[in-house]
């Protein structure tokens, strides 16, 4: 279109600043194909090395994931890490206890869990599936459906998919050869090496050489330049050295406050498991940066992780006033509302979202539940109908098929429920709490031996939950196994303490054993 | 996302297929009439100068023909347009317009007519500069502090900046460390550039640094702008923000306090005039143009952000205050003042679309597409579902599918086993030592009456047999076509198998007029091979540890007719024994009584009879009913070999309990090789290395540790599955006695091999022992029980490995007995005496505690899980 004699360079300048990223990469080969030797990139400017840094910078930004969103822990970081503080930490300052709740958070009875004893969130980020098995038996044991899947390391998870990158758009090898590059050349050319470095750690996801590179140019710089500890604190990160990424960014930020740097530097404390610290590291990133909607977002997911849903919630509000717009600051208000009994309030928050244009199954899901729960009963059905026609996945299927179940089980319609609860074990056949609320069907009907062998199913599934435990307790009890109705109550009693009925049951079955 | 769009006052889409980009958009009373109306000047790539004066009569219309004041193409690209004082003389406002390799300056103006579509507009052009360089963008100002009129500086695409002073070419400099152009602005209050380098820094430049690095080159003044860097540019100041720039603004709103905005790729930085930051905000999505317009609230200053996601952000220093929703992607913003509407939003995409709008709670409601809603019939809706139900329930009732009549089937799969050894055995990697391993060829055709899709041919014989290519798959079939494929089968295993037979399975699509990719079906047959692939013919010994003796109700018939493949014709009908050697090494000896119908299989392993009985019964009845005899029957009056028998199953079992142990062993070498390990990882990453203290050696010996325990649990899963068939052989042998024992009716041999041989693998989580267990008491509660009292025995509920054997053994002994004393199988539910079994609570086997009463369900107690994934946002992109 631009055959007005635009500069070449010119154009793939342009079309880099309006993100055609493809148009702007391929116009730079065309340049780097015009006879150049290698050598040039030792001169002084040259177009040749502009574009090659143009390019490179195109590339980058095609794969661009924002390294403070990127989060997986996987199986060999937690079982080989040595940063633990303390193995039993008091409670309210890890986010490995579960249940240390201090600002009130509901119980389990209220609000589901997560594997990992957390309170379910309202907004699914990487971070939020995360829980740290105790041994490496119970890692891979660990139920491993589509929504819990852990890598056995972080490098073998999304890492890789990004790094794949290069293959896919070039297929004649990759633009930049990293085992043929002098890095120390490179390092001493600080406008080359910035583009180079990103390019190395987004695209080719190459840390070991991104490191070395970042080593080299953090030297040449004396030290001065915090861009460059920050990027070895990234580095680090990665390869697991968190208390050396955590000296890196420290020292970064003494010599310039930058948002992103208090990011990762709390994004470490909370690898670390030191909660407390991120939060006042958070706090003190305010101070500099008052209102910065990043910071206490932070802070409010700290929170929730923590089970203090009240200062979240407090925080998310904040997060609102700052930007009105923020999608998971509204779905996470929205959650807890519904959680803490006000259905008619989460739905607002939901109604919000939609307006915004938010528009999945999820969304639809959330709405159908908040309609049933505030008694608006004409839209239950007709959303949850949307939320099956926007479903994408099975899993996301299942979670309607559930909570139709649900809803059919509370206006008591329970063949309704039944073939609900199947739909859902069709979908996803890992679904503990249908397999549970199956039971529950199957035990009304006075179906011993099947309801039996669903809460076996469910409490194997998921030993997180006390349902299923409870319910055999319950059931066993009924048949008189009293032995196997202790065991159970003890299981559900360990998965939430709090449960009076569990209790009241626990009591009941020692004072037959004394009785015997 | 936003709750509002941008209200529309007035918009076009400007040329076709011209491009646009950030300095093609400049908002200015560029015909210097007075008025205070701004008009929107647009260059675009293709060389196109536009000027438009938007007065809409409604807000909303289109464009009209007289908004456009005047169009021209000029000869070359616009990059950029300006408007300031350029012309020297006068104040008035003229229009610079940056070519590639151009920079002109025209006056503007317009001419009056009687009628407002009788206004005529002309450019004039003032001067123009020719380029050495490449230009990039330009910034205009008071540079050096000069009243009354504006200078300009280019900067080139090779990092030079050139500044002129109206008509004349004043200097020209290169930006030290230049590799890629950034944003260029001019901040009258410091008198200096600012830009951002390469090297990701905010760079200032003071204009005076700039002119007086000029010495070197003052004699070069002929060559104007040839001039290149003399003395070494000082920067005054630098700030690292660690990103690119989009664009840089420099504003003073407030009287004394003046800001540098710097729009990066991922924040949004204001800087105070000494290059520190004032504030930062990062951003959550990808910035494409921005402008700071106005200071409402003293001390504030508020800035419209426009970003790729089409939305256009306005903040309050970094509070957002208002997002609202744009038809495209700006590329470029400006706020205007029109005649009777003050700071109107233009904004200009890449492909043309110039807009002017208002902010306003025009609701971007969001319209979900409908789903396809049906005026619901309650009467139908609930007959179909009672239908629906119907069928559910018929489907839950009956188990299993039921098999399609052989007549529809649209595809048949035949095998055939040649009769013959192959000539040349195409046995691969068998593990038997003898010289040849013997192969049977067998070949498979599939028949196809109609189209078929994507059919292919799984071919399975149970090791230790093997074939030599398991899986074909073919191109889609024509109808009445048919494909055949040849194999051989070998034996591979060292030990011998339970069966001599294979399956052959075909799965195929047949496409219908619905479902264009295909119903999936399958098309499996069975072939039995013969007895030549594992034995061979050998001397007959007298001798041998286990014996079993099969009775028949007519007179002997000689081997030679029933085992013509094992007897050499020269011998003649005399032979009465015949000598069975296996490949894997063992012998049986089959003998046959002269005087009674007997025959008597012999061999040192109890398994090794299998096979043999079973060939010998076999190849009677195909004998007797070519000869039509109808009432040839084999019976086996002796008992049941048990103990034997019961040899096997703990010789298996003592293996399942080593690899119990096996796996015991390696889990806790695994621990401590992942605790060394955590240990040596602590030490490699201390910056002052301690030693090792024999850690590595440690480590390297737990490791063999490991592999040789992995190696022997190898070693030991080959020797179980060795076990296993031996155990299935038996298993068969003893199945086939019993049946033979007690003339047991075919589905009553059905019931019998269900319970010894599950279709579940032997694995060590759920093996042989306890599915068989499970099954006879099973059987020996329901059918076989003696009282009702049996009955009422629960089963555990949980399939676990037992601790030893002994229960099996009595309850396989109960088995036997209770069948010897006339016990029959069955599983139909009519006996009235099995309904007790299912219902608990009436007759609860703790004698001590009379719970019985306590059947009523207290309400609320079975808790129902709550919604598990319910509240979920897709994480962001």
């Known amino acids: ?516 | 996302m936003s709750l509002f769009k941008a209200r529309d006052w007035w918009s076009t889409v400007l040329g076709e297929k011209e491009e646009f980009d950030q300095g093609c958009l400049c908002v200015a009373d560029v015909d210097n009439s007075g008025s205070g109306q701004d008009k929107v000047i647009v260059g675009s790539y293709m060389g196109y100068l536009r000027i438009f004066n938007p007065h809409p009569v409604k807000p909303g219309d289109e464009a009209q023909a007289e908004d456009l004041l005047l169009e021209v193409q000029l000869r070359e690209p616009i990059l950029q347009v300006e408007v300031g004082r350029f012309v020297s003389g006068t104040e008035g406002l003229h229009l610079a317009v940056l070519h590639c390799r151009k920079l002109c300056v025209y006056a503007v103006s317009g001419t009056l007519g009687n009628v407002e579509h009788g206004n005529q507009y002309q450019i004039k052009l003032m001067y123009e500069h020719n380029l050495q360089r490449t230009a990039c963008n330009m910034t205009y100002g008071p540079f050096g502090g000069v009243k009354g009129r504006d200078l300009i500086c280019i900067q080139s695409m090779d990092g030079m900046l050139m500044l002129f002073e109206q008509e004349s070419f004043a200097f020209g400099r290169f930006l030290p460390g230049f590799l890629l152009p950034g944003p260029l602005a001019y901040s009258s209050r410091t008198d200096s550039f600012i830009t951002v380098s390469s090297c990701q820094q905010v760079e200032s430049y003071k204009y005076q640094v700039l002119a007086f690095a000029t010495d070197a080159d003052e004699r070069q003044e002929t060559e104007q702008q040839k001039l290149s860097s003399g003395k070494k540019l000082v920067v005054d100041w630098v700030l690292n923000i660690g990103e690119q720039a989009l664009d840089i603004c420099v504003v003073s709103f407030n009287h004394g306090v003046s800001s540098v905005f710097v729009l990066g790729e991922r924040n949004f930085f204001c800087l105070k005039d000494n290059g520190q930051i004032r504030f930062m905000k990062k951003l959550d999505y990808s910035p494409s143009c921005f402008i700071p317009y106005c200071s409402v609230q003293e001390g504030t200053i508020n800035t419209l952000i426009g970003n790729h996601s089409k939305m256009l952000n306005v903040y309050q220093d970094v509070t957002l205050k208002w997002a609202t929703q744009l038809p495209h992607i700006p590329v470029s913003v400006k706020v205007a003042n029109f005649q009777d509407l003050k700071g109107v939003i233009v904004t200009l995409s890449d492909d043309g679309h110039l807009q002017c709008s208002y902010l306003g709670t025009d609701p971007s409601l969001f319209q979900a597409p409908k789903v396809d809603s049906r005026e619901i019939n309650y009467e139908e809706m609930n007959a179909e579902m009672k239908e629906l139900q119907k069928i559910i329930r018929e489907a839950t009732k009956t188990q299993g599918i039921l098999p399609e009549s052989e007549k529809q089937r649209d595809l048949t799969v035949t095998a055939e086993v040649s009769p013959d050894l192959d000539e040349e055995s195409q046995a691969t990697d068998s593990e038997i030592k003898a010289e040849t391993v013997p192969s049977v060829t067998v070949k498979v055709t599939i028949q196809s009456r109609v189209a078929v899709q994507k059919p292919s041919l799984t071919v399975c014989v149970q090791a230790p047999l093997a074939v030599t290519c398991d899986q074909f798959s073919f191109e889609d079939l024509e109808p009445d076509s048919s494909e055949t494929v040849v194999l051989s089968v070998f034996l591979k295993g060292n030990c011998s198998p339970s069966e001599l037979e294979g399956n052959c399975m075909v799965s195929y699509n047949i496409p219908t007029e619905l479902n264009p990719e295909g119903i999936p079906r399958v098309a499996q047959c069975t072939f039995s091979l013969p007895l030549r692939l594992v034995c061979l013919p050998a001397q007959p010994s007298k001798a041998a540890a286990h014996k079993v003796t099969i009775d028949t109700n007519k007179p002997p018939v000689t081997f030679l007719t029933v085992f013509p493949d094992f007897v050499d014709a020269s011998e003649g009908d005399q032979a009465n024994a015949l000598g069975f050697q296996f490949l894997t090494g063992s012998k049986t000896t089959l003998l046959a009584s002269k005087t009674s119908q007997r025959y008597r299989i012999q061999s040192d392993q109890l398994e090794d009879l299998w096979l043999i009985a079973k060939e010998l019964t076999h190849r009677l009845q195909e004998h007797f009913r070519k000869q039509n005899c109808k009432d040839f029957a084999c019976t086996f009056s002796g008992s049941i070999p048990l103990q034997e028998y019961f040899e096997l199953i703990d010789r298996h079992f003592e293996l399942r309990l080593n690899a119990e142990r096996f796996q015991e062993l390696l889990s806790e070498r695994a621990v401590q090789f992942r605790a060394i390990e955590r240990r040596l990882l602590t030490r490699f990453k201390d910056k002052t290395p301690a030693p090792l203290q024999h850690l590595d050696t440690l480590l390297e010996g737990t490791f063999r540790e490991v592999i040789a325990l992995a190696d022997a649990a190898e070693e030991n899963q080959a020797n179980l599955f060795q076990a296993f068939a031996k155990l299935k052989s038996a298993t068969h042998l003893v199945i086939m006695l019993i049946s033979l024992w007690q003339k047991l009716s075919t589905d009553q041999v059905a019931i019998l091999e269900a319970t010894f041989l599950p279709l579940a693998e032997d694995t060590q989580e759920l093996g042989w022992e306890e599915a068989v267990d499970a099954a006879v008491s099973y059987l020996l509660r329901t059918c076989l029980s003696k009282s009702s009292k049996e009955q009422a025995l629960t089963l555990s509920s949980q399939l676990c490995m037992p601790k030893d054997t002994s229960r099996l053994k009595k309850n396989i002994t109960l088995f036997c007995d209770r069948l010897a004393k006339g016990g029959r199988l069955s599983l139909g539910t009519d006996s009235a005496t099995q309904q007790a079994a299912v219902v608990p609570g009436g007759c609860a086997p703790i004698p001590e505690c009379d719970l019985e009463e306590r059947a009523v369900i207290p309400g609320s107690t079975a808790a129902f899980a709550r919604h598990g994934h319910i509240t979920k946002q897709k994480s962001k992109p």
Request: charged fraction near 20%.
């Open chain 1, 1 to 516: 279109a631009s055959g007005m004699g635009l500069e070449p360079l010119f154009q793939a300048w342009s079309y880099f600043r309006r993100r055609k990223f493809r148009e702007c990469a391929d116009l730079c080969s065309q340049l780097l194909e015009r006879p150049h030797g290698e050598q040039e990139l030792d001169s002084e400017y040259t177009v040749f090395q502009a574009a090659w840094s143009l390019k490179t910078r195109a590339l980058t930004e095609m794969v661009y994931v924002d390294e403070i969103d990127m989060d997986q822990e996987g199986i060999a970081e937690i079982i080989l890490d040595e940063n633990a503080i303390a193995q039993v930490a008091r409670p309210g300052t890890s986010l490995k206890l579960p249940g240390t709740s201090q600002g009130g958070g509901p119980s389990p009875a209220v609000r589901p869990v997560t594997q990992s004893g957390r309170p379910i969130t309202g907004f699914v980020r990487p971070s939020t599936q995360s829980g740290r098995p105790s041994t490496m038996e119970q890692a891979i044991r660990t139920p491993r459906t589509a929504l819990t899947a852990r890598p056995i390391t972080s490098a073998s998870g999304g890492y890789v998919r990004l790094g794949t990158a290069s293959m896919l758009t070039n297929p004649d090898g990759p633009f930049i050869n990293l085992s043929r590059l002098n890095l120390a050349k490179y390092a001493q050319k600080p406008k080359l090496a910035k583009a180079l470095f990103e390019y190395i750690f987004h695209h080719e996801n190459d840390v070991k050489n991104a490191l070395d590179l970042a080593a080299l140019a953090t030297e040449h710089a004396q030290f001065k330049d915090w861009w460059w500890k920050v990027q070895i604190g990234k580095c680090y990160y990665r390869l697991g050295l968190y208390r050396e990424a955590e000296k890196q960014f420290k020292s970064a930020l003494k010599q310039q406050d930058m948002v992103d740097t208090f990011l990762y530097l709390a994004k470490v404390y909370l690898r670390l498991d030191q909660p407390v610290t991120a939060l006042n590291l958070f706090k003190q990133g305010l101070d500099r940066f008052p209102g910065e909607v990043t910071l206490i977002c932070g802070i409010a997911r700290i929170y929730e992780e923590m089970n203090n849903i009240s200062s979240a919630a407090e925080y998310y509000k904040d997060v609102l006033k700052q930007d009105n717009t923020h999608v998971e600051a509204i779905a996470c208000i929205g959650s807890n509302h519904f959680y803490s009994d006000q259905p008619e309030i989460a739905l607002r928050f939901y109604r919000r979202l939609l307006q915004m244009g938010v528009y999945n199954c999820q969304l639809f899901n959330n709405l159908g539940l908040c309609c049933f729960y505030a008694q608006q009963y004409d839209m239950t059905l007709s959303s949850f109908e949307r939320a099956l026609f926007l479903a994408e996945n099975e899993e996301e299927t299942a979670d309607v098929w559930y909570n139709l179940g649900h809803v059919a089980v509370g206006i008591g319609d329970l063949n309704l429920a039944y073939q609900c609860f199947k739909l859902t074990l069709v979908n996803n056949n890992d679904y503990a709490e249908a397999y549970n609320n199956l039971a529950v069907l199957e035990m009304r009907k006075g179906h011993v031996e099947q309801a039996r062998a669903l809460l076996q199913t469910a409490s194997s599934l998921a030993p997180h939950m006390y349902e299923p435990h409870f319910n055999f307790a319950i059931l066993s009890e009924k048949i008189g196994d009293l032995q196997r109705s202790y065991t159970a109550a003890q299981k559900s009693e360990a998965a939430f303490p709090g449960h009076v009925d569990t209790q009241q049951l626990i009591k009941q079955l020692k004072e037959h054993f004394s009785m015997l």
